[in-house]
């Protein structure tokens, strides 16, 4: 059994572009900031041994077991399910599904991840499809964003269940009360947007509902903070997040060529660079790194691949956030509410009714 008091997190040892000495490093951080946790470190032991025994707080609280095998970026998810039973990505979601760990971070291949993961964890009472939730920078503070690409196309139904996944993280993560619901669509006015949206908002709207609904917004209001969760199909909020990732890089680009036109402008930048440094803290990726498959029956946290060990340690600090948070329980207690609110009755018709594929 678990100690009650620690926090068993799984990690794929082998998963990422600078595994396995990006993840030793940045599981050695998260144990400094999150001494209640506890590693299960899998992948290659003769690698992973001499790393880990160079850190300073991780190795006194890191179990490593041997993985013969890798997912790499290239697998495709049917190969990564092959290797389930045998790779550092399969046997650390395992350890989940088992209950020898509370958690499971991957920097690892995102769609092999999710295909082990729904297949290894398996779902939510209540839900039919996991949804990839990250959080990023507004004027406001944090806004948490799902569908990422789990889910191309979406129905009313599944929509609805993502608000109140998301309604929790936010809770979580970003440790808000009462969070705020947005459906992003093409305008903010009620008659906008295809049936599917307009549906989706009259259940969210339904009294009793544990969703704080503001409505629709639209594509400017996610830098704007206007809402704290914004919920929409997987096409459409990978489209909206890699065009938000990408304004925000030639952004930086314009701002770097400005300064270096003069003489006068270097100098400028040099009078204003604590302003710089603060400004470069706050969109910082790596503090935003974690993207999380919500509706599974178990936490599995998604690390950008191309991360350092800085931010892998911010992804486990997400993933301690939600086992702290007892997110699944919550996840479910506010999925049943809305099957209240909604007037249905058992776990069954909620599957049926929340969530339908």
């Given at each position: 059994m678990?100690?009650?008091?620690k926090?068993?997190?799984?990690?794929?040892?082998?998963?990422?572009?600078?595994?396995?000495?990006?993840v030793?490093?940045?599981?050695?951080?998260?144990r400094q900031?999150?001494?209640?946790a506890?590693?299960l470190?899998f992948?290659d032991?003769?690698?992973?041994?001499?790393?880990?025994d160079?850190?300073?707080w991780?190795?006194?609280a890191?179990?490593?077991?041997?993985a013969p095998d890798?997912v790499?970026?290239?697998?495709?998810?049917?190969a990564?399910?092959?290797?389930?039973?045998?790779?550092?990505?399969?046997?650390?979601i395992e350890?989940?599904?088992?209950g020898?760990?509370a958690?499971v971070?991957?920097?690892?291949?995102?769609?092999?991840?999710?295909?082990?993961?729904?297949v290894?964890?398996?779902?939510l009472?209540?839900v039919r499809r996991?949804a990839l939730?990250?959080?990023l920078p507004t004027m406001r503070?944090?806004?948490?964003?799902?569908d990422?690409?789990?889910?191309i196309?979406?129905?009313?139904?599944n929509l609805?269940e993502?608000?109140?996944?998301g309604?929790?993280f936010a809770?979580?993560v970003?440790?808000i009360?009462?969070p705020?619901?947005g459906l992003?669509?093409?305008?903010?006015e009620?008659?906008k947007g295809?049936?599917i949206?307009?549906?989706a908002?009259?259940?969210?709207?339904?009294?009793?509902?544990?969703?704080?609904?503001h409505g629709?917004?639209e594509?400017?209001?996610?830098?704007?903070?206007?809402v704290d969760v914004?919920v929409t199909?997987?096409?459409?909020?990978?489209?909206?997040?890699?065009?938000?990732?990408?304004?925000a890089?030639v952004y930086?680009?314009?701002?770097?060529?400005?300064f270096?036109?003069?003489?006068?402008?270097k100098?400028?930048y040099?009078?204003?660079?604590?302003?710089?440094k603060?400004?470069?803290?706050?969109?910082?990726p790596?503090?935003?790194?974690?993207g999380?498959?919500?509706?599974?029956?178990?936490v599995c946290?998604?690390?950008?691949?191309?991360?350092?060990?800085?931010?892998?340690a911010?992804?486990?600090?997400v993933?301690v956030d939600?086992?702290?948070?007892h997110?699944?329980?919550k996840?479910?207690e506010e999925?049943?509410?809305?099957r209240?609110?909604l007037g249905?009755?058992?776990a069954?018709?909620a599957g049926?009714?929340?969530?339908?594929?």
């Amino acid at each position: 059994m678990r100690d009650p008091g620690k926090i068993v997190i799984a990690l794929d040892g082998m998963g990422g572009d600078r595994a396995p000495d990006m993840v030793v490093r940045g599981a050695d951080i998260a144990r400094q900031r999150y001494p209640e946790a506890t590693f299960l470190l899998f992948g290659d032991q003769a690698r992973l041994k001499p790393l880990v025994d160079k850190t300073r707080w991780l190795k006194s609280a890191c179990e490593i077991v041997d993985a013969p095998d890798v997912v790499t970026n290239d697998d495709k998810p049917t190969a990564a399910l092959r290797k389930r039973k045998s790779s550092s990505m399969g046997l650390a979601i395992e350890a989940v599904a088992d209950g020898k760990a509370a958690c499971v971070v991957s920097a690892g291949n995102t769609g092999a991840l999710l295909a082990t993961s729904t297949v290894g964890l398996r779902m939510l009472p209540g839900v039919r499809r996991p949804a990839l939730c990250t959080f990023l920078p507004t004027m406001r503070g944090e806004t948490a964003m799902l569908d990422l690409g789990a889910n191309i196309q979406c129905d009313a139904n599944n929509l609805v269940e993502f608000a109140v996944m998301g309604s929790v993280f936010a809770k979580s993560v970003l440790g808000i009360d009462a969070p705020t619901v947005g459906l992003l669509n093409v305008g903010a006015e009620e008659g906008k947007g295809n049936e599917i949206l307009r549906d989706a908002a009259a259940m969210l709207r339904a009294e009793g509902s544990p969703v704080v609904f503001h409505g629709f917004v639209e594509g400017n209001d996610i830098g704007d903070g206007l809402v704290d969760v914004v919920v929409t199909d997987g096409f459409t909020g990978n489209v909206a997040l890699k065009t938000i990732e990408g304004t925000a890089k030639v952004y930086t680009g314009f701002v770097r060529q400005a300064f270096n036109t003069s003489t006068l402008a270097k100098l400028g930048y040099l009078l204003a660079s604590s302003a710089w440094k603060k400004l470069r803290q706050r969109v910082d990726p790596r503090r935003y790194n974690g993207g999380v498959f919500l509706g599974l029956n178990g936490v599995c946290v998604k690390s950008h691949g191309g991360t350092d060990e800085l931010g892998f340690a911010y992804a486990a600090g997400v993933a301690v956030d939600l086992v702290k948070y007892h997110f699944s329980d919550k996840v479910v207690e506010e999925l049943e509410r809305l099957r209240q609110a909604l007037g249905e009755g058992s776990a069954t018709a909620a599957g049926e009714a929340v969530g339908t594929a």
